[in-house]
C-alpha cells in the first residue's frame, strides 16, 4: 500500500475525493487542488486510466527541508534513483514553489536534474538524458515553506488530455472541467432516466464528447498513448495490459449500447465542422448531431422530451466584448425558459453578474477554475416554468450604500481567501451603524455557500417594525451580492442568551451541513442555536492549537463542538481530551472527531465543569486550551464570570501543566484586562491577540483577546525540575 497524490483543477476536489473512492482507493481526503490517498499500484494505475476529474497522480518518493540549492540537492541525491531510472534513460523536471527562499522554478529544476543526473554518472559514468516531451519518469518538486516534496507524475503529462482533439476552440474547455460539469448537473442520471445531451454553444464540443464517453462507460484515459510509468523501472506492464483489456472490454460493449442522444449546435459554421472532427477522433460521431444555429433559437430536437441543457458561454475575457455579455445570457435565459420545460440545465457562467443575467433561479451554485479564470456553474431544475421575473422594488438609500459596501468586502476578500483556501468566513461586521448584523458565509463541501445573518439588537429609539425592515434589507441584499438562495440564509437576533451563556438553542431542525477548515471537516448548524459549531473568528487560533499540538497531550476545556481538539489531534496530539458540561455538545464534538478520523481511548470527552474537572484530574498536559464563555450561571455549575475567575482558572490549569507545556487561553469579552501583575509571577505571558485575528475580521479587531501562557521557573538561576540541584 502507498500513498499518492492526485492533483485537479480548484473546486473539483470534493468530486475528485469520491471518485477516487469508488476505485477502490483508501484513506481519501481531499486538500486544496487535489486529493490524498492511498491504495496499491493497480490503484493508482486505475486512477490515471479512469479519473475524469484528475489533472495529475502524484507518487510522492521524500520530504525533506530545503531552504538553500544544497540542501535541496542533498535531499534529492538521498532517493536511490537507479530503482525508478535506467542511466541511458530520459527524465524531466516539473517544479513549484512558494512562501521559500529558493524562488525560481527553473534554478530549482535544474538543481533536481543535476542531483539526479550526478547520481549516475558518480556510479559509473553514465548518465540519463533529458526529454521534456515523454520522458521516462517524469519527476515533480512541490516547494512550501522552505519543505521540498520529490513525487513521481504517473500521468506524465496532464490527464484531461485525453487523446481525442484534434481540433480545438480559441478558448477550450478543459476535459476534466467539463466532466465535473457533467457530474454536478447530474448527467449520468439524466441519461440513465433516457434523456439527452443538448449544449447550444458546443464549440470544439468538449460537453458532448465527455458527456457520451461517460454514458458509454468509455475510460477517459484509454485513448492515451503515452503514460509517466511506461519507462518507469517499477512499471508493471502485465498488470498495465489487464487493465487495458478491461477497459476496452467496457468500452466496447458501451458504445453499443449507447443512445443517439448527443445534440450540439454553434453560431459559428467552424466550431461545427470543429466539433464533428473531435467526435470522429474520439470515436463517438455516429451518436452525435451538429448543425449551426444561434443560441437564441435552441429547442428540444423533434421527439425529445427530457434531458440536460449544458453550455460554457464565453465570458468577455477572451472572447467577445464584455459589455455584450449579458444580452447573450440572457437569450440563453430565455431559451430555458420558453422550450425547455421539464429539463435540467447547467451553464458556466463567466461570474454571478453574467449568471444572474439569465433571470433564471439557480437551484445548486458550484465555483469552478477554467484556467486561472474564477467562474460559477449554475445549475437549474426546469420542471416548473419559470416565469420572467419581475422586477424587484428598488432599494432603499440605505440599503444601496449596504450592497455597495458589502460588494466591496467581497471583492477586497474573494482573492486572498481562494488562494488560502478558506470556505467559512466574516464578509460584514456592522460597517454601517443603521445595518448593525454580521454576516457569516459557509462554504459547505458540496460548493454551497449558506449565509448566516446575525442582526444585533436594535437600539432601543429604533422601532420595531424599522428593525424588521432592515433585516429584511440584510438578508435581501447579502442574498443577491452573494448569489445564496432564501432558503440557504439563517436570520437571527444577536443577543445574550439566558443567564449570559453565549450558547442557546433558538431553533430545533438538527439540520447540519458539512464545511471544511485547513483540510479538516465540521459539521455546522446555522438555525438551532445562537452560535454555529465553528467560530469563525478562531480560525487563527486553532490553526495556532494545531502548530502547538505535536507530541503533547491536549487538553480542551469549555470544548463546545471540539473543533480545537480536531486540529490538535491532525497537528499530531499524542490524545486529546475535550470538557464541556453540555451533552449536546459534546455529542456534536464526537462526530466532528469520527469525521476526520479521530476516535477511540485516545480521544476523550468529558461532561463536566471546567474547574471541577481541573480539581479532579490527576493527568499532565502538554497543551491546553481555554475559551471560556464571558459568564455562565448554569443550574449544574457554580455562576462563572470571565473576568472575575480567569486567574483562578487558569492557576488550576497550571496544576495539571507539563514543566514545559503552554496554555492557550481566549475569550470573547472585549472589556477583559488580562491580570498580567497577578499571573506574571507564575506565568510568562505572550500577547498574541494581534496574530489571532484573521483578516476577514480586521474590522473588529477587538472580536476576541489570545494569549500564550508559560511556566515561570521559581528562580531564572534555578531550574526547579533539575532535581540534582535541588537536592543541593
Not at 442520471?189 to 434523456?195: D, F, M, T
Not at 439557480?362 to 416548473?384: H, I, M, P, Q, W
Not at 478562531?538 to 463546545?560: I, M, P, Q, S, T
Amino acid at each position: 500500500m502507498s500513498h499518492y497524490f492526485a492533483t485537479c483543477p480548484k473546486g473539483l476536489e470534493y468530486l475528485l475525493r469520491d471518485e477516487l473512492v469508488a476505485m477502490g482507493a483508501v484513506d481519501v481526503r481531499e486538500a486544496l487542488a487535489g486529493a490524498h490517498f492511498s491504495g496499491t499500484l493497480e490503484t493508482a494505475y486505475r486512477a490515471c486510466l479512469w479519473s475524469r476529474l484528475a489533472s495529475r497522480i502524484l507518487l510522492p518518493l521524500a520530504d525533506f527541508d530545503a531552504a538553500d540549492d544544497d540542501a535541496l540537492y542533498r535531499g534529492v541525491q538521498s532517493i536511490d534513483w537507479s530503482t525508478h531510472l535506467a542511466a541511458h534513460g530520459t527524465l524531466s523536471v516539473d517544479a513549484g514553489t512558494a512562501l521559500s527562499k529558493l524562488t525560481h522554478s527553473q534554478f530549482i529544476a535544474q538543481r533536481v536534474k543535476d542531483a539526479v543526473v550526478d547520481q549516475f554518472r558518480q556510479r559509473d559514468g553514465n548518465r540519463p538524458c533529458v526529454d521534456t516531451d515523454e520522458p521516462d519518469i517524469r519527476i515533480n518538486l512541490r516547494l512550501r515553506r522552505d519543505r521540498a516534496t520529490v513525487s513521481l507524475d504517473l500521468a506524465g503529462t496532464p490527464l484531461h488530455r485525453r487523446g481525442w482533439r484534434e481540433v480545438q476552440g480559441e478558448a477550450p474547455l478543459k476535459e476534466n472541467l467539463a466532466a465535473a460539469m457533467l457530474l454536478r448537473a447530474r448527467w449520468p442520471e439524466v441519461y440513465a432516466a433516457g434523456g439527452a445531451l443538448l449544449d447550444p454553444m458546443c464549440g470544439s464540443g468538449t460537453l458532448l464528447i465527455e458527456g457520451a464517453l461517460m454514458a458509454a462507460d468509455v475510460a477517459p484515459g484509454l485513448r492515451r498513448e503515452y503514460f509517466g510509468f511506461l519507462g518507469w523501472h517499477q512499471h508493471d506492464i502485465t498488470l498495465w495490459r489487464s487493465l487495458l483489456t478491461e477497459a476496452n472490454e467496457r468500452a466496447e460493449k458501451g458504445l453499443r449500447e449507447l443512445r443517439s442522444v448527443f445534440f450540439g449546435s454553434d453560431a459559428d459554421p467552424r466550431m461545427v465542422q470543429t466539433s464533428k472532427r473531435n467526435a470522429q477522433e474520439a470515436g463517438v460521431a455516429g451518436f452525435f448531431t451538429l448543425d449551426r444555429q444561434e443560441v437564441s433559437h435552441a429547442a428540444p430536437p423533434p421527439g425529445v422530451d427530457y434531458g440536460l441543457v449544458i453550455t460554457n458561454p464565453p465570458y468577455g475575457e477572451r472572447l467577445g466584448e464584455r459589455a455584450e455579455m449579458p444580452l447573450l445570457y440572457r437569450a440563453v435565459g430565455d431559451a430555458l425558459r420558453a422550450r425547455f420545460t421539464g429539463w435540467r440545465a447547467a451553464v458556466l457562467a463567466g461570474d454571478v453578474e453574467l449568471g444572474r443575467a439569465m433571470q433564471l433561479h439557480a437551484d445548486k451554485r458550484y465555483t469552478l477554475y477554467n484556467g486561472a479564470l474564477e467562474t460559477v456553474l449554475l445549475t437549474f431544475d426546469l420542471s416548473k416554468r419559470d416565469e420572467a421575473p419581475r422586477e424587484p422594488k428598488p432599494l432603499s438609500a440605505g440599503a444601496q450604500m449596504l450592497k455597495n459596501r458589502l460588494e466591496k468586502n467581497v471583492k477586497h476578500l474573494r482573492k486572498r481567501l481562494t488562494r488560502e483556501g478558506v470556505h467559512c468566513w466574516r464578509a460584514y461586521d456592522q460597517d454601517l451603524p443603521e445595518y448593525a448584523a454580521a454576516i457569516d458565509i459557509y462554504g459547505d463541501t458540496h460548493g454551497n455557500d449558506h449565509l448566516h445573518i446575525q442582526e444585533y439588537r436594535a437600539p432601543a429609539d429604533v422601532p420595531p417594525d424599522v428593525a424588521r425592515l432592515r433585516m429584511r434589507e440584510i438578508a435581501r441584499v447579502a442574498g443577491e451580492v452573494l448569489n445564496v438562495p432564501r432558503e440557504r440564509i439563517a436570520l437571527k437576533t444577536r443577543e445574550r442568551g439566558k443567564g449570559g451563556s453565549k450558547y442557546g438553542q433558538l431553533d430545533q431542525r438538527n439540520e447540519f451541513i458539512e464545511v471544511e477548515e485547513d483540510s479538516l471537516k465540521f459539521l455546522v448548524n446555522l438555525t438551532d442555536y445562537l452560535d454555529t459549531g465553528l467560530f469563525l473568528d478562531h480560525r487563527l487560533v486553532r490553526g495556532k492549537v494545531r502548530e502547538l499540538a505535536d507530541g503533547k497531550c491536549f487538553l480542551n476545556l469549555f470544548a463546545y463542538t471540539a473543533t480545537a481538539s480536531v486540529h490538535a489531534a491532525a497537528g499530531g496530539a499524542l490524545e486529546t481530551t475535550s470538557v464541556d458540561l453540555s451533552a449536546t455538545y459534546l455529542e456534536w464534538a464526537s462526530r466532528n472527531l469520527a469525521l476526520n478520523g479521530f476516535s477511540g481511548a485516545s480521544h476523550r470527552l468529558m461532561q463536566f465543569d471546567a474547574l471541577e474537572f481541573l480539581q479532579r484530574d490527576r493527568g499532565h498536559y502538554g497543551l491546553i486550551f481555554v475559551d471560556p464563555p464571558t459568564f455562565s450561571n448554569s443550574k449544574r455549575a457554580d455562576d462563572f464570570d470571565v473576568q472575575r475567575d480567569h486567574v483562578k482558572l487558569l492557576d488550576a490549569c497550571n496544576e495539571r501543566l507539563t514543566r514545559d507545556g503552554v496554555i492557550v487561553f481566549s475569550n470573547n469579552f472585549r472589556r477583559f484586562k488580562l491580570d498580567k501583575a497577578e499571573l506574571g509571577q507564575r506565568f510568562v505571558i505572550e500577547e498574541w491577540t494581534v496574530p489571532s485575528i484573521p483578516f476577514d475580521f480586521a474590522r473588529r479587531a477587538d472580536i476576541h483577546g489570545c494569549w500564550l501562557l508559560r511556566r515561570r521557573p521559581a528562580d531564572p538561576g534555578i531550574n526547579p525540575w533539575d532535581s540534582a540541584r535541588i537536592k543541593k
